[in-house]
């Protein structure tokens, strides 16, 4: 069984050619607010992280997976970017991480995010032994919402105000996915 392979996407490491993409996701002003940014990373700064990244778990506490279409008729059958997944904030003894996604927009409403968020799942509760992933959720984005509920997360509460967005605080729901509804 592949972890990281589905019928149309595949999750793989980041590699040095990836800093045109990283670059692209992490300077997106419009996704600062669900990532707590607040200026721009530099390319020299994101080759660093790449170049830094042991792409362990354990060491970094944290795991980025760009997410590749494959073999579709979409790409000619080459492999294209279209975003990245993460695990992050993870915590080794209580065995638990929070996810986070972003899709270029070209490619969103598709369906690749609900198959690469799945793959992530089944790779961090069958391979890594996770006991539970959690998201932190615009309560005003029903997108994700959807997204993360078709994915066996559920809501578990809501913090209110938790986010500042220009100026304006917004309500996070608080999304869970315990192994145990594998």
């Known amino acids: ?17 990836d800093l045109e993409m990283m670059y692209t996701i992490e300077n997106d002003t419009t996704l600062w607010d669900v990532s707590n940014r607040q200026v721009p990373y530099s390319r020299e700064v994101l080759r660093q992280y790449i ?4 792409a362990d778990l354990y060491a970094d506490k944290q795991v980025r ?10 790409t000619g059958g080459n492999h294209e970017t279209i975003g990245a997944i ?24 598709k369906g690749y995010a609900t198959e690469a968020l799945q793959l992530l799942c089944d790779y961090a509760f069958r391979f ?25 997360f ?7 105000r938790w986010w500042n967005v220009e100026g304006s605080f917004k309500d996070v729901i608080l999304m869970q996915r315990l192994k145990k509804n594998d």
């Open 154 to 160: 559920t809501a578990c509460g809501t913090l209110k």
């Open 51 to 54: 170049i830094n990244s042991q």
């Open 86 to 109: 993460d695990l992050f904030n993870f915590e080794p003894l209580h065995r638990h991480a929070e996810v986070g996604i972003c899709v270029l927009q070209a490619h969103r409403g």
């Open 1 to 17: 069984m592949s972890y990281l392979q589905g019928p149309h996407i595949q999750l793989r490491a980041l590699e040095p050619e």
């Open 65 to 74: 997976f760009m997410m590749d279409l494959h073999d579709s008729t979409e």
């Open 128 to 152: 890594l032994g996770m006991e539970q992933l959690i998201a932190h959720i615009a309560a005003e984005n029903g997108c994700s919402l959807q997204l993360f509920s078709s994915c066996g």
